[in-house]
Antibody, heavy 118, light 112 residues
Framework: QVKLLQSGAALVKPGASVKMSCKAS????????VSWVKQSHGKSLEWIGE????????NFNEKFKGKATLTVDKSTSTAYMELSRLTSEDSAIYYC???????????WGQGVMVTVSS | DVLMTQTPVSLPVSLGGQVSISCRSSQSLVHSDGNTYLHWYLQKPGQSPQLLIY???NRFSGVPDRFSGSGSGTDFTLKISRVEPEDLGVYYC?????????FGGGTKLELK
């Protein structure tokens, strides 16, 4: 069965960077786009961007350009997202998702809680 | 960006009852390929969102037929009949027709 296993929670200082992982299993990793979604506390969901593991091609929400960097390691079927120059506004839960055939997000990771605090 | 407006924000329901959630977009969600990329999700407390309906009216694998989606253009509806306890949570619509993809603000389904 399809699974997306994300790395653990992170506590980081303002101005620092954080890199999180999303390990895929149960399907051919290189055949599906992987998207990342942000959920600030008690709020709705924001699409950050997507990456196609086969080619490394990416698309971003303009709001997150310069903030998020997406990469993959095909050898381990793992997608990564790095967030830079962190502020309190970046404190949130971050989900990785697989994009199904209809550009829907059909499977989700369990989420990574990032807390930015000194 | 396409603005997705969900109503109501909060929806009290009795178990066994029927409810409808509306999702309106600020522009048509019909893609140049003819498809409409409007999807519905449920986020239960403490969990990740889960896909219920994709492309307006198609139930995802394992989703009971109590859930149905309809609509076109800019106006979409999710209907839940015979509400069960596991249906409680926050419902979101998502459009993936126009970049950047955007979610609605959410509708919280809760017991009366």
């Amino acid at each position: 069965q399809v699974k997306l296993l994300q790395s653990g929670a992170a506590l980081v200082k303002p101005g620092a960077s954080v890199k999180m992982s999303c390990k895929a299993s149960g399907y051919t990793f290189t055949d599906y786009w992987v998207s990342w979604v942000k959920q600030s506390h008690g709020k709705s969901l924001e699409w950050i961007g997507e990456i196609y593991p086969n080619s490394g091609a990416t698309n971003f929400n303009e709001k997150f350009k310069g903030k998020a960097t997406l990469t993959v390691d095909k050898s381990t079927s793992t997608a990564y997202m790095e967030l830079s120059r962190l502020t309190s506004e970046d404190s949130a839960i971050y989900y990785c998702t697989r994009e199904g055939g209809s550009s829907d997000f059909d499977y989700w990771g369990q989420g990574v809680m990032v807390t930015v605090s000194s | 960006d396409v603005l997705m407006t969900q109503t109501p924000v909060s929806l009290p329901v009795s178990l066994g009852g029927q409810v409808s959630i509306s999702c309106r977009s600020s522009q048509s969600l019909v893609h140049s390929d003819g498809n409409t990329y409007l999807h519905w999700y449920l986020q239960k407390p403490g969990q990740s969102p889960q896909l219920l309906i994709y492309r307006v009216s198609n139930r995802f694998s394992g989703v009971p037929d109590r859930f149905s989606g309809s609509g076109s253009g800019t106006d979409f509806t999710l209907k839940i009949s015979r509400v069960e306890p596991e249906d409680l949570g926050v419902y979101y619509c998502l459009q993936s027709t126009h970049f950047p993809w955007t979610f609605g603000g959410g509708t919280k389904l809760e017991l009366k």
